[in-house]
Structure formats: C-alpha cells, structure tokens
C-alpha cells in the first residue's frame, strides 16, 4: 500500500518547516521530539498523507497508521530499491567517503543518469531517503554509508542492497563508539561481508594492506600506486597546490594525465577510485579525466581560498587522528613562498584514547617543525605547553586572530565540525 501511495506522490517530506505539497509525510521522531504532533500540520501545508506511529493522532483516511515510522520509511526505501534492477554502489570509510563519492558521481554522471547521495545524508534515515529518490531513468546509484557504532553498515547494506562497493579505508574515528580500533574494522568491513554474500563486487585500494587482507576472497578491482594494481596512478608534480596525478590500466595502453582542484596527495585515492569505477563502468577515459578535473570541493573539504591577505587550505568538515596527521604532513610538504601556520581544533567522539590521540597531534606539530594554533579543551589538555598558542573555542581564537590581523600566511584549518573552525575564514 505504502510503495502504490508513493508512487503516486511528488516525494517524501520529513519536516514541517521544509513543506513538500503533493508529497508523504513521515512523522520521524527524535529524543526530544514527537514528530506524530505536526502530521496535521504537514497534511494542511499540502501532504497527500501522513505516515504515523501514534494512533492518537489519527484523524480521517489520509493518515497511514505503522507500528514504527522510521521502520517504515526503512522497509518502502528497500521494497522501491528492488523495483529498479540496476547497480547500486556503496561507499563507506574513515576518510574520504563524501569526496569519493562527489568524484565517482561526476564521472558516472559522464555517459549516464546518476543518482548520489546529497550532502551527508549517509545514516539509517539519509540512507532510504536517497533510495526514494529513485526514478526509471537513473541508470546506477551511489550510496554513502557513514558509521558511528557496530552494525550500522550491515544496516545500512540491508536497506541498499548494494551490487558494489569501496571502502575507502579505516582508521581512528568514533572510536567512542565503535570502543576500539578493531571495532572499527569489524564494521566497515560488513560492506565486504554483504559483497561476500551477496556476489558483489568490491573495489579496493590495493595499497592498503588491511583491506587487501579484508577482501581476500572477494570479486574485486584494485587501484593505488602499486605495480600489482588493476589501475595504477599516481600524483605528479604542479605549478598549484591543486593536486595533478597520472592513471593506466595494465589492461590497456596508454597513460593518462589529469588535474583536480583538491588539495592534498592524500585525495589520490579518491581521484583513483573514481578512475577505477569509471572503467569498470564503461566511461572513456578523456571523460574521466574531464570529470574529475571539473569537480569543485565544497563544505570545507580539500578547499584552497585566497582571502587577499591570506591563502587556506580549508579541510574543516570533520577530523579524526588518521586524517588529522595526514592534513598536517602534506601541509608541511606543500612548496609556498609564505610562511605556514596550521590551526586545528579538537577531533570529537574519541572517547578514553582522546588525550592521547591529541598528544600525538602535538608531537606531530613539534616534529613538522608548524607554526600552531589549538582551539579546544582536548588540545588545551593535551599541549600545556606555552609554545603553541591554544585557545578554549573558537571565539577565543576569532578574538585573537582579529587582534593579530595575520597576513601573508598559508593557513591550514582543520577540525571536528563541532568545532565551528570555519569561523576563522573571515578573520583571515
């Protein structure tokens, strides 16, 4: 009943404030909300029907009475997933993903109608509302799967159901979660246990030990730097900070040479991926290379910003020990006639290895030979140090900034989200 009603709808509206006349509505409750209050509410703005968990609220014909409402919306994304026979690629890891992501859209995107996930919407609600985005004419879809605790990716493969998928790689991130590294792994990994199961295809960067290991038995495609790599590339040397890499497959002649507008040698992966996905769906390379060269980050991932006064290197969408040391060492290795100043904020959700992990950022620092700035209560424990210039937010730091009115700088910025580090931008 559901899929014929959604069918027949212009979509699937999850909030009031945001109303979708002609569309579903889903009273998606939270923990300190209940949705079912503001179904009448989505029915007067336009709704066709509301989908509700409290028969309370129930009030003519228009209202859809389930068990569970988010169980609902789950179980509709997976029955209108299986209306449509075509590849769905799953994306997932500690690094990287959204990147990926954004790169193998714009190269899929090339020779065929793509649907991706938009932004962040990568969890147990963003997950189906993607799938309901499905229409006859997209031909593949890619679908981000983010992970906070154990089990979400199965979730999330189980909703999908997922021909392919890359997992980017894995590293120290929600470690509060997950309780350790190894529960990490033991997640990520349920995308290769669903291929596993399922005859999937897995492409894997064969660079990475781990996941080579991992994905041993596998149907697989591998990328990376390495002679044993099914597509091999590589970063080359620019006249930018914008990194420019090389590609070939050992199952074609040829080499092909492109540039991006990322920064970091650390996007190779991701660049690559999107190279072997490509090839493995059929688009010409020229068309690859013009992709991924055409795609502009955004949300403070990979971005370089000339203020006037001040050139940024801003990565400040997330954070975690892996990528953080990563940000730092290519900073240090990027060629510039100014001098280099790095200021980083707390990295959230690691929960009894925090300080360490903060500690080992400030050798790294020590070791780098940067010029810092710390901005939160992790790094002020970790770095009591007055060497380095720590602040307890980023208000602090906004005030000293304007104070100091830096210029001629390259800055990195990078940070949790929680952060808020994109409000040193105007500053500098």
């Given amino acids: 009943m559901l899929h014929s009603l959604f069918i027949s709808s212009v979509g699937i509206c999850t909030d009031t404030r945001k109303p979708l006349p002609g569309g579903i509505f889903f009273a998606l409750s939270g923990p300190n909300f209940n949705a079912n209050a503001f179904a009448a509410k989505a029915l007067e703005q336009g709704c066709t029907h509301a989908v509700v968990d409290d028969a309370a609220v129930v009030g003519d014909e228009r209202y ?55 932004g962040n919407l990568n969890n147990h609600i963003g997950v189906p509302l993607t799938l309901l985005k499905l229409k006859p004419e997209h031909r593949i879809a890619i679908i981000e799967m983010g992970a906070s605790k154990r089990g979400d990716i199965a979730e999330l493969c189980a909703i999908a159901e997922p021909t392919h998928g890359l997992i980017t790689n894995i590293g120290k991130a929600h470690l509060e979660g997950f309780g350790s590294l190894e529960g990490v792994v033991r997640t990520k990994t349920e995308l290769y246990n669903w291929l596993r199961t399922h005859g ?45 890499f090389m590609f070939e497959d050992v199952q074609r002649e040829g080499r092909w040479h492109g540039e991006t507008q990322l920064v970091g040698e650390y996007n190779l992966p991701n660049a690559m991926a999107a190279v072997a996905i490509g090839r493995h769906f059929d688009v010409d390379d020229k068309a690859i290379i013009n992709a991924i060269g055409e795609y502009v980050p955004a949300n403070s991932r990979s971005q370089l910003k000339d203020t006037g006064r001040n050139e940024l290197v801003l990565d400040a969408y997330n954070a975690n020990p892996t990528s953080m040391a990563a940000a730092l060492e290519n900073f240090k290795n990027l060629r510039s006639n100014r001098k280099k100043l790095a200021i980083l904020g707390d990295m959230r959700e690691l ?21 810092a700035i710390l901005v939160g209560s992790e790094f002020l424990k970790a770095a009591p140090e007055v060497t380095l210039r720590r602040f307890v937010d980023v208000a602090a730091a906004v005030e000293a900034l304007k104070a100091a009115k830096p210029t001629g700088l390259l800055v990195l910025v990078k940070g949790s989200r929680g952060v808020k580090l994109e409000e040193v931008v105007a500053v500098l």
């Fill in 64 to 118: 859809v009475l389930v068990p569970d409402t988010l169980k609902a919306l789950q179980e509709l994304a997976l029955e209108h997933r299986r209306t449509l026979d075509i590849p769905v690629i799953a994306i997932t890891g500690t690094n990287g993903k959204t990147t990926t992501k954004e790169l193998v859209h714009a190269v899929l995107s090339a020779n065929r109608k793509t649907l991706a996930t938009e």
């Fill in 200 to 244: 999937g295809i897995a492409f894997v960067h064969g660079d990475d030990p781990l996941l080579m290991a991992e994905s041993e038995d596998l149907d697989r495609v591998t990328y990376g730097i390495g002679p044993h790599c099914d597509v091999r590339g590589a970063a080359e040397e620019g006249e930018s900070h914008y990194m420019n």
């Fill in 351 to 371: 929960g009894a290895t925090s300080l360490a992990e903060h500690e080992a950022i400030v050798h790294l620092i020590k070791k780098l030979g940067l010029d």
